[in-house]
């Protein structure tokens, strides 16, 4: 998109993505809060019951032992500074009880050297979880910078569409998954793409920035956007293996109320018109990107009728593919329905909300919604319905296929 802006070729204008604001802590705030997470609060209160049942019934003696829980405890929830004193603790409680009741010194000794040795353990478990936990916190810091910087910030605005985009990874810990999407103003018209790449982890992360890098290139270049698909294709037959592939829809806006998509394999888009919402089902089926060469099959051309009002959801399979604890999958057309409303950002978070509630608070593959909507021009209400175009299709030159025509939803 950048690209784009700097050479001034693109005809609409682009606001620029606005994040929420987040709530700042005072610095005061802060350093409670991390006094907190370090304090070992439980396991004093471990500590201090063993003595409470030893002041209160006399029995302490027996319970020593239970001393250890401390120190074990601390290791799992305190630094190592607080193991060490949640230790001496109870190493001194327990030498006082000990003495109380007279035990013998060999016995009081053995005592002593096992809460010394969890005390000592526990340490060093806490300094190598630390250490984890610094690492863990440095590869998700890469793993948020990578994804800042293969899938942009959508703008509230992108040439004559307003525009939203929810992106979920299922690796929480990492942050970034392989779903794609990219929008690009051009001298075209605005162009988009939202894919899935079959795999997870880095590979799939390779995989998805290589077609988004293509993508962006060639749909600045292209006049066609069928062209735009086969150079897609054309660089992942020289790097993707052969049971590797990836599912895209691609689409363009070359002019007022005309919108070209080509569907490679992929989950329809959603259209709404008014009330209704319609599957874009593809007229000629094509094979996902990176397996055109095992198939006769070449992607088509379909032309629908996109004006003043309408809206157009893309989504990958990790939404309708969410099932909730019956297996029931999530029905992602009437939530749509009930959440549909005129700001994009409202009616993603409100799908993304129950999206979240029908699996049970997180999701189990990458999910990524992107919402397009034309809103009406100045004066347009009072204009009447607008004409609905026919939905038409255009195969590739050589695939064979033919015209096929037929009516768009209403």
Not at 82 to 101: E, K, M, P, Q, T
Not at 153 to 171: D, K, L, N, R
Not at 192 to 199: A, P, Q, T
């Amino acid at each position: 998109m950048s690209h784009a802006r700097q050479h001034g070729r693109h005809p609409w204008p682009m606001r620029q993505y606005r994040r929420g604001a987040r709530h700042a802590w005072s610095p005061r705030a802060r350093a409670v809060a991390h006094w907190a997470a370090g304090t070992p609060v439980l396991s004093v209160l471990i500590v201090f019951l063993v003595v409470s049942v030893d002041l209160v019934g006399g029995t302490g003696k027996v319970w020593l032992p239970l001393l250890a829980a401390g120190p074990a405890l601390a290791a799992a929830t305190s630094r190592p500074a607080g193991v060490l004193a949640v230790g001496l603790l109870a190493s001194l409680l327990g030498a006082a009880i000990g003495a109380r009741h007279g035990m013998a010194v060999p016995e009081l000794a053995v005592v002593l050297a096992a809460l010394v040795t969890v005390a000592l353990a526990g340490t060093l478990a806490s300094a190598l979880r630390e250490r984890r936990e610094r690492v863990l916190a440095a590869v998700r810091s890469v793993a948020e910078t990578a994804q800042h910087a293969l899938l942009l910030p959508v703008p509230e605005t992108v040439g004559p569409f307003q525009t939203a985009v929810h992106y979920s990874a299922a690796a929480a810990e990492a942050r970034i998954g392989g779903d794609l999407y990219a929008l690009v103003p051009t001298p075209y018209g605005v162009r988009m793409i939202v894919g899935d790449v079959r795999g997870k982890g880095l590979p799939a992360v390779g995989t998805a920035a290589l077609v988004l890098g293509v993508f962006r290139e060639a749909a600045y270049d292209e006049p066609d956007l069928l062209d735009v698909v086969r150079r897609i294709e054309r660089s992942l037959a020289r790097n993707l293996g052969h049971d590797d592939f990836v599912t895209a829809v691609v689409a363009g806006y070359p002019e007022p109320g005309r919108l070209e998509v080509v569907n490679c394999g992929h989950a329809p888009p959603l259209l709404v018109r008014g009330t209704e919402v319609v599957p874009v089902d593809p007229v000629s089926p094509a094979p996902p990107l990176g397996l055109r060469a095992l198939s006769d099959e070449s992607p088509g051309l379909q032309v629908v009728s996109f004006t003043e009002g309408d809206q157009l959801l893309f989504y990958t399979d990790g939404v309708t593919e969410a099932r909730d604890a019956d297996r029931a999958f999530y029905p992602l057309a009437e939530g749509l329905a009930r959440h549909l409303c005129d700001e994009p950002a409202r009616t993603l978070a409100a799908l993304h909300r129950e999206l979240l509630d029908h699996v049970g608070g997180r999701l189990h593959d990458d999910a990524a919604l992107l919402l397009l909507r034309k809103p009406p021009a100045a004066g347009a209400a009072d204009a009447g319905s607008p004409v609905v175009l026919p939905l038409t299709a255009r195969p590739e030159p050589g695939a064979g296929g033919a015209f096929d025509d037929r009516e768009g939803a209403a």
